[in-house]
C-alpha cells in the first residue's frame, strides 16, 4: 500500500518524502480505519487525505467550512491533475450539474462540500451509489464547542456513522487542547480511531518580541526585510486597521485591510487581492485568516498582544506554510494587557479566571526572554528536543540580558512602593528617569529619594522593564487604573533573595538564523525573481493564485537546480507529471536563457546537499 501512495506522491505533486506522520495517517485511512490526525498549520495534512483519495477506488468526500478554502483546495488539485470539484452555494446552476454529472460518470476523485449539503438525504443517496471511499473532515475542531471555530452545522456531522456506514472517518485539526481532540472523536462516533498527533513546533517560523513603541516605525522595519513578499499585520482594533493600511499605502505599500466592519463584498474583496498577489500586505483584525491556504506568506505581524498564547500560534501559525522561513513579529503593550483584562471582567467567574491565566501566560510569553518555541510548546504540554531553536530573538542573541538586572529589579520596586503603589508603569518609568514633568513636580516626587535612581536609562526601557517585572510575577497591575503593586515575589527581590532577568533588545541579531540560511542555500535569487514573474503572470492567465501554480519552495528548487530538460525539471520538488507537461517548457526557456545570459551552470547536482 505504501509503494501506491509513494508513487502517486510523486507523480501528482511531485514530492519524494513525507513529512512527519503523513505515512501513517495515509495507510491507517487507506487501511480502511477511522483516523484522527493533529498536526500544526502547514505540518501538511491536506495530503493525509488527498493521496489516499488518489489511490483508493470510489470517491472521497471532504467536508471543509468554508468556501474560499473549498475553491483553493480544489484549484491545487486540478493543478496537479488530481479529478476533483466542490459543490457549494457559489456554483452556478450548470456548474453544479456538471459536477452531479461527474459524480454519476465516477470521474472524479475528490468532492469538497460543507457539511450541511453533505447531511442533506438525498444528496447522501447520490453520493452512496458514487461508492464513497472515505469522508474527511478538515477543520474538524469546528465540531467542538470547545474550540475557537465552533460551527453548529459541523455537529450534524454525528450522524455520518449511520448515514455513510462501513465508511471510515479521517479527522484533521490543528487545535492542540486534548479537550478538544477528545471532542471531535465522540462528536464524530469515531470508531477506535487512529489518533496521530505530532509535534507542534514549527521549526521554519521565527519568533521576534517586542515591546511596541511606535507602531507605523516597528511596522515599517519588518516590512523592509520583505519587499516584495506576502504578509499579514494583525491589528486589535478596527480603528488600528483603517489608519495603518492608509499610512502604508500612502507610504507606496501595495496593500488591502480587512476586518469585520467593512462590508462583506469589500471584505471579500480584499481577501482574494490579497491571495491573488494583487497587494502584498494585507492589514487585518483577526476576523481574518481562517481558510486562508495561502502557501507564501513570509511574515505575520502582530502589533498588539492577543489574548491567549492559543490564538497567538493560530494567527503567527499562517506564516510559512510552504516550510520555508518566515517571521513571526509580536510588538505588545502593556496597554493591551489591560484591554483584555477589561474583557474579561464581564465574564463569568469561572471563565473569568480561565481567561485570565491565560492573559498572564501570554504576557509572560511577551516578557519572559526564554526560547520562544520551547515556551509555545510548554504551553501545549510539549518540549522541544534541543537547547537552541535557532529561529527566534532569544536564542539568535538579539536580546541581551541586562547587566545587575537584579539591581535594577530592585530600584524599580523601590520606587512603586515610594509611590504608595497607587501610579502605573508609564509615570513610575517617569519618575525613575528623572523626568521634569509637570505632574510628577507637582505632586512633588521630584523629592523622592527613588526619584532620577535609573537617569542614565532611556525612559522607555525602564518603562520595558517594568512590563517585564509584570510579566514574571515581581509586580502587579491592579483596580480600574492599573496601577503597579508589588507582589510578595517582589518584596522577596527587594530583600535580594530572587534573581529576576531582565532583557534589552540589540538592534541586529548576533547570529543570522539557520532556517533562512538552509532555505536559500544554493538558489541563484535572481533567477528566483525572474521565475516569480513569471509565475505570476502564469497564474494570472490562469485564474487561479500564484501559489496554486507552483509554491515557493518549487521555484527556490529549480532556481537552485536550474534543470535543463524535463526529466531533470520532474526532480524539482514539488512538480509532478502534469505541472511538468503544462508549464515545463515555459519555464525551461526562461531558465535557458537566463543561464545563458549570466553564464551560469546548469544541472546542478544537489544530491550530496539536499537541505530539507
Ligand atoms: P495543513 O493543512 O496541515 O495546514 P497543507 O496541507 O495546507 O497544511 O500543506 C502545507 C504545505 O506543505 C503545502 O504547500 C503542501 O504542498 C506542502 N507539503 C505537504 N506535504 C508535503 C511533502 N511531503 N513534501 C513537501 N511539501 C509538502
Ligand atoms: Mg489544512
Redesign the pocket.
Known sequence: MIDKIRAA?AEY?G?R???PL?PEAMTSLAGGRDTLVV?????????CFQVPAVTMPGLAVVVCPLISLMKDQVDALTECGVAAARLDSSLTVAEREDVFCKIQNRELKLLYCAPERLMNDGFAETLRSADVSFIAV?EAHCVSMWGHDFRPEYRQLGRLKQVFSGVPIGA?T?TATDQVRQDIAEQLCLSNPEVLIGSFDRPNLIYKVQRLRDRVKQVCQVLDRHQGESGIIYCIRRKEVDQLSAVLAARGHRVAAYHAGLPAEERKRSQDRFIGEEVDIIVATVAFGMGI?K?NVRYVVHTGMPKSLEHYQQESGRAG???LEAECCLFYGGADYHTWKRFAAELPEEARKVSIDKLNQMFGFCTGGTCRHQEILAYFGQSLDKDDCGACDVCLGQLECVENGHEITQKIVSCVLRLGEQYGAGYTAQVLVGSRDKRILESRHDLLSTYGLLDDFEKRHVHDWIEQLVGQGYLAKTGEFNVLCVTHKGASALKGLEQPRLLQVLKKAVKQSRVVQDSWEGVDRQLFETLRKLRSSLAAKKRVPA?VVF?D?ALRDMARRRPSGPDRFLEV??VGRKKCQQYGEVMLETIHSYCAEQGVGMDVDLETSAPR
Do not use: E, H, N
Not at 498536526?39 to 495530503?47: D, H
Open positions: 506522491l505533486w514530492y518524502s513525507f513529512r503523513q498536526l500544526p498549520t502547514g505540518a501538511g495534512k491536506s495530503l478538515d484533521y490543528a491556504d502557501s506554510r510552504d516550510g501559489y509554491g519552495a520538488k514539488g
